[in-house]
């Protein structure tokens, strides 16, 4: 590497890591740090959310739901940087922090729609495990 190069590879490397932590703001990171805090209250072992068990849980079917909504993906789509739409056809604006960057910022509206489509998918209420999951895996999209 010459003398040049080796500044401007700097440069890149502290503008792809600047982006990276612009994804979660502060106001995520409270959102996520109640859950954490939830999940610790809960028992059990909490060693951390993880962006792979919210893609799971964002792409598995259920069968203990409502049968017109097996899945997060019926209304959100499989591609969280898309916009998705709800059973009445309104749009709904896509999960993913990069394209919606107010998403997952104020927790009472983050808790109602996590209790109403956990309710719709799940048949029951998402853990606080899986709410900072799912959000772990939408700040990394
Ligand atoms: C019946 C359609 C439907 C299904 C199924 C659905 N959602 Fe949603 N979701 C919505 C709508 C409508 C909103 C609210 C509109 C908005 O925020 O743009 C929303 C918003 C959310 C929000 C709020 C995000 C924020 O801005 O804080 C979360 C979290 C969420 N959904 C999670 C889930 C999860 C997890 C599942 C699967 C277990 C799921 N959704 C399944 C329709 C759905």
Not at 1 to 29: D, E, F, H, V
Not at 56 to 74: I, M
Not at 80 to 105: C, F, H, N
Not at 114 to 133: H, I, M, Q, W, Y
Request: charged share 20%; aromatic share 6%.
């Amino acid at each position: 590497m010459t003398n040049i190069t080796r500044p401007l590879a700097l440069a890149a490397c502290l503008g792809i890591s600047t982006l990276a932590l612009a994804a979660t703001g502060p106001a995520q990171q409270k959102v996520l740090d109640q859950y954490s805090a939830d999940a610790k209250a809960g028992g059990g072992a909490f060693a951390g959310f993880s962006a792979a068990r919210g893609k799971a849980l964002f792409l598995s079917r259920s069968a203990t739901g409502k049968p017109d909504t097996p899945s997060c993906t019926t209304c959100h789509t499989e591609d969280p940087r898309k916009a998705g739409q709800t059973r009445a056809g309104k749009a709904i604006e896509p999960m993913a922090l990069s394209v919606s960057p107010d998403r997952y910022a104020d927790l009472a509206k983050t808790e109602k729609w996590f209790a109403r489509n956990c309710d719709s998918v799940l048949g029951r209420a998402c853990t606080p495990l899986e709410k900072g999951d799912f959000i772990t895996f939408m700040v990394s999209q």
